[in-house]
C-alpha cells in the first residue's frame, strides 16, 4: 500500500480541482513532486516541503504515483505521451493515476505505449472545489482490485472513505464520472425549467420549491445544489462552463461510440453551449440558469 511514509507522490495540474488535491495529499504526510503550466500555481505547496519538477518526465522519474489533474483529453494525452511526458519517466513498476474527467481512449493508448510493468488507473472525481479543498470527493476507480486496494491510502487523503469506489477495470471509472455529470447537468436544466414556468405562474419560488421536495418528481438537485443560486447568487466559477461543455461533449461521444442515441443529453448539450457562447468560458457550471432568468425578466432568488 502507499502510505504517506513511503510514497512519494507526483502531482501535475494544480488548478481550482488539484490545488486542494494536492494540499490534502501533503497534510496526510505525502512527500509531493509537483508541476504546472503556471509555476505560482505550486507556491504554497512548494513553501511547505514540496519539491518542483520542470517536465512532467521528471515528476514521474521521482514519484512512485504520478496523479494528473488536467481539463481534457488533449491536455492529459500531452502530458503523458507526449516529448517529457509521464511514460518517458514513470519507474518500473510505477503508478499513473489519471483523476482527470477524461476518456477511456487516452489511458488505452497510453497502456498500448508504456513499458508492460507499469500500471494505468482512472479514477476522476466528484465533489467540486469546495470538496477538492476539504478532502471529502467521491472518486470513481477504474482498475485491477489489487491496484485499487494498493492506491486506497492516496485517495482517503483526497476523499471521503465511504465514497470511494472501484466501479471495474481500466475505463470504468471515466465513464462513471461522464454519466453522473451528464444527468447532474440533464437535472439542472429540467429543474430550471420547471422553476422558470411555475414563477412565471405565480408560484412563489420556495412553495413551488417544497411542493417539488414533497412530491415524486423530487431529486437532489431541487433539494440541495440548486440552493446555490437560489440563496447565495453562485453559479460555482470554481468548475467553468467551458469544462463542462467538455464533459458534455465526452459524454456524447461516448454514448455514439457504444451506439446509444441520447437526444436529451445532446439538446442538454446545447443548452449548455449556448449559455457558455452568451456568459463567456469562464462563467460557472450553473450559469445555464442564468438563460432562464433572463428569459423570464426576473432572478430566481428564494431571499
Ligand atoms: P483548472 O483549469 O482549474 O485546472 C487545470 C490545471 O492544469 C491548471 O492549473 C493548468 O495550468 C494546468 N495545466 C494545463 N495544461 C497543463 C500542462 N500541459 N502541464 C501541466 N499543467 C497543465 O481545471 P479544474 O477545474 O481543476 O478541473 C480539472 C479536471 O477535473 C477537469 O478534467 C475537470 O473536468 C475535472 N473536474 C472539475 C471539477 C470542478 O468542480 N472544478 C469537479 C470534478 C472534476
Not at 485517495?155 to 471509472?173: C, N, T, W
Not at 453522473?180 to 425549467?193: D, P
Not at 438537485?221 to 464533459?247: P, Q, T
Amino acid at each position: 500500500m502507499f502510505t504517506a511514509d513511503t510514497t512519494t507522490v507526483g502531482f501535475i495540474g494544480l488548478g481550482n480541482m488539484g490545488s486542494g488535491m494536492a494540499k490534502n495529499l501533503q497534510e496526510h504526510g505525502y512527500q509531493l513532486v509537483v508541476n504546472d503550466v503556471r509555476q505560482d500555481a505550486a507556491q504554497s505547496l512548494l513553501s511547505h516541503g514540496a519539491l518542483w519538477a520542470d517536465t512532467a518526465e521528471q515528476v514521474a522519474q521521482h514519484s512512485d504515483v504520478v496523479i494528473t489533474m488536467l481539463p481534457t483529453p488533449r491536455h492529459v494525452a500531452a502530458v503523458a505521451m507526449g516529448e517529457g511526458g509521464i511514460l518517458s519517466g514513470l519507474k518500473s513498476g510505477g503508478y499513473w493515476v489519471d483523476m482527470s474527467t477524461s476518456v477511456p481512449e487516452v489511458a488505452q493508448r497510453a497502456r498500448e505505449a508504456a513499458d508492460s510493468s507499469v500500471h494505468i488507473v482512472d479514477a476522476p472525481v466528484s465533489g467540486m472545489s469546495v470538496g477538492a479543498q476539504a478532502g471529502r470527493l467521491q472518486v470513481f476507480v477504474g482498475a485491477e482490485q489489487a491496484e485499487f486496494e494498493t492506491l486506497r491510502p492516496v485517495f482517503e487523503a483526497m476523499g471521503d472513505p465511504e465514497k470511494i469506489l472501484r466501479v471495474g477495470y481500466a475505463g470504468a471509472g471515466y465513464a462513471v464520472k461522464l454519466m453522473i455529470n451528464q444527468l447532474w447537468f440533464s437535472h439542472l436544466v429540467a429543474t430550471t425549467e420547471v422553476l422558470a414556468v411555475g414563477v412565471k405562474a405565480g408560484v412563489d419560488l420556495e412553495v413551488l420549491r417544497q411542493s417539488l421536495i414533497n412530491s415524486p418528481a423530487s431529486s437532489n438537485f431541487v433539494e440541495n445544489d440548486v440552493l446555490s443560486v437560489l440563496e447565495h447568487s453562485d453559479y460555482d466559477e470554481g468548475f467553468a462552463i467551458a469544462l463542462a461543455c467538455k464533459d458534455l461533449g465526452l459524454s456524447i461521444d461516448l454514448a455514439r461510440s457504444v451506439g446509444v442515441p441520447v437526444e436529451l443529453s445532446s439538446l442538454v448539450e446545447q443548452i449548455y453551449r449556448r449559455a457558455k457562447s452568451q456568459y463567456g468560458d469562464s462563467a460557472g457550471e450553473m450559469t445555464p440558469i442564468k438563460l432562464y432568468e433572463d428569459l423570464i425578466g426576473l432572478e430566481l432568488r428564494t431571499t
